[in-house]
């Protein structure tokens, strides 16, 4: 079982940065797929940038790639979103999750952390 907590969220500037980071307790197993979602205000989901804990298979969306930088630390079990040039399109709660990638569904989530752009 994993447990995440996100930080890092808060309120910038356009143009601006933030890093936000993901704590999972226990062990990530390499079978395990994380990232980053957003739900902005009035809107669904959406994925902004995910990865194979062990390696590999990096995905960002569209509308982050250039600005956006999803890293990890092995040792302290944690997922980093270095987020630059932030945009007030980039306002919403923000979310890490987790979930095994023969299973095909992240299945863990944390609580989400605000992050609002202003202009």
């Known amino acids: 079982q994993v447990q995440l907590e996100e930080s890092g969220g808060g309120l910038v500037q356009a143009g601006g940065s933030l890093r936000l980071a993901c704590a999972a307790s226990?062990?990530?197993?390499?079978?395990?797929?994380m990232g980053w979602f957003r739900r902005p205000p009035g809107k669904e989901r959406e994925s902004v940038a995910t990865?194979?804990?062990?390696?590999?298979?990096?995905d960002y969306a569209d509308s982050v790639k250039g600005r956006f930088t999803i890293s990890r630390d092995n040792a302290k079990s944690t997922v980093y979103l270095q987020m630059n040039n932030l945009k007030p399109e980039d306002t919403a709660v923000y979310y890490c999750?987790?979930?095994?990638?023969?299973?095909?569904?992240?299945?863990?989530w944390g609580q989400g952390t605000q992050v609002t752009v202003s202009s």
């Open positions: 999750a987790a979930g095994r990638i023969v299973i095909g569904t992240y299945d863990y």
């Open positions: 226990g062990r990530i197993l390499s079978s395990y797929r």
């Open positions: 990865f194979n804990w062990n390696g590999g298979s990096t």
